[in-house]
């Protein structure tokens, strides 16, 4: 009943940066560690990846592969087994850090706050520079769905046409009265979570994408499932 939300269960985590649904398996991100929970037992944890010295900040998930940011490198972890989570390889942007990160059919993408980077990981122990955008504004955040992509910075929102990853090109863009903090795709819309609101756009037509609702709500992570959007702030 998502209108009587009721805990189910409780796993004590102290500082989490991000958190990520893969088929059952919750994957939640600390400064340190990245933890493997069994969403079907209340929680159970599975296993865990740690990194000494580690201060990880980002974390996208797809189909038993785990990318974490931490500073300017990316960690590629085989989640395939969340009883024993394993690195298959990190790679490094040249310029800035990874500030977000989006996965989406063995293609990663990452935003540096200058340039989304998108590298082919169909072979995490070897990922492969495929290209990357270069626009005139900042690109701190991104999210991407099928040959769709969205990066964020500032108050701008870009859509980009990526169905050929190696030159990604620009599509339209939007102005919004807020500064964008997180970017996440619906069907035919892309929420837009800033500092004090939440947008909604219409991107049925990616060259004039259009604010059609908006929340009072600021967002730092969305994540929309059966028709509903989840906001995280703070």
Same mark, same amino acid.
């Given at each position: 009943r998502p209108g009587v939300p009721a805990l189910d269960g409780l796993f004590a985590l102290a500082g989490l940066p991000d958190i990520a649904l893969d088929g059952d398996v919750v994957l939640a991100l600390r400064r340190d560690a990245l933890h493997a929970?069994? !969403? *079907?037992?209340?929680?159970? +944890? #599975?296993? *865990? /990846?740690t990194l000494a010295g580690?201060? /990880?900040s980002r974390l996208a998930v797809e189909a038993g592969l785990a990318a974490i940011a931490?500073?300017?490198?990316?960690? #590629?972890?085989?989640? !395939?087994? +969340?009883a024993a989570p394993s690195a298959t390889s990190t790679l490094v942007v040249p310029v800035g850090v990874a500030t977000d990160l989006a996965l989406a059919s063995r293609t990663l993408f990452v935003a540096t706050g200058r340039t989304v980077e998108v590298h082919d990981v169909s072979i995490p122990a070897a990922p492969v520079l495929l290209g990357a955008w270069d626009g005139p504004e900042q690109d701190?955040?991104?999210?991407?769905?099928g040959d769709l992509a969205a990066t964020g910075g500032g108050s701008l929102v870009q859509l980009l046409d990526v169905s050929a990853p190696a030159a990604p090109s620009?599509?339209? !863009?939007l102005p919004l009265a807020d500064q964008v903090?997180?970017?996440? /795709?619906g069907r035919d819309? #892309? #929420?837009?979570?800033?500092?004090a609101t939440? /947008?909604?756009?219409?991107? !049925?037509?990616?060259?004039?994408?259009?604010?059609i609702g908006q929340v009072s709500a600021g967002a730092t992570d969305i994540v929309v499932a059966s028709g509903r959007a989840f906001l995280a702030s703070g």
């Open positions: 929970l069994d !969403s *079907a037992a209340t929680l159970a +944890p #599975l296993g *865990a /990846f580690a201060d /990880f931490e500073g300017p490198a990316v960690h #590629l972890v085989d989640v !395939s087994n +969340p701190d955040v991104v999210a991407v769905r620009a599509l339209g !863009s903090q997180c970017l996440a /795709f819309i #892309l #929420l837009a979570g800033c500092l939440t /947008f909604v756009l219409d991107v !049925s037509d990616p060259m004039a994408p259009a604010v």
